[in-house]
């Protein structure tokens, strides 16, 4: 089992600045890639970035590159999602997801992500 606690979201103005971290316990976290995803209201969940084991590798969504930042500090068990020039449309509640195998790949498909967090809700105002 792995315990995906998020924090860091809140309310910011439109091109401000949050940093998300999400600290995992339980199972062994540095084999294991991890996601960031997110879901506003009325909508399906999305991918937003990933990130493999060994933070050698990143995966973004087309509508948050350049803008947001996904890496992991193994020492710690954290994974970070900076966001940067911030707008309306990234409000949502965001999860961050750990896959259950080793794999060298990273992952935009939430089928492939077994342990979610409870999200932290980011607003952005315009």
């Known amino acids: 089992q792995v315990q995906l606690v998020e924090s860091g979201g809140g309310l910011v103005q439109a091109g401000g600045s949050l940093r998300l971290s999400c600290a995992a316990s339980?199972?062994?976290?540095?084999?294991?890639?991890m996601g960031w995803f997110r879901q506003a209201p009325g909508k399906e969940r999305e991918f937003v970035a990933a990130?493999?084991?060994?933070?050698?590798?990143?995966r973004y969504a087309d509508s948050v590159k350049g803008r947001f930042t996904i890496s992991r500090d193994n020492a710690k068990s954290t994974v970070y999602l900076q966001m940067s020039s911030l707008k309306p449309e990234d409000t949502a509640v965001y999860y961050c997801?750990?896959?259950?195998?080793?794999?060298?790949?990273?992952?935009?498909?939430?089928?492939?992500?077994?342990?979610w967090g409870q999200g932290t809700q980011v607003t952005v105002s315009s």
């Open positions: 997801a750990s896959r259950s195998t080793f794999d060298l790949r990273t992952s935009s498909d939430p089928s492939d992500y077994t342990y």
């Open positions: 339980g199972r062994t976290f540095t084999n294991f890639p």
């Open positions: 990130i493999s084991w060994n933070g050698g590798s990143t």
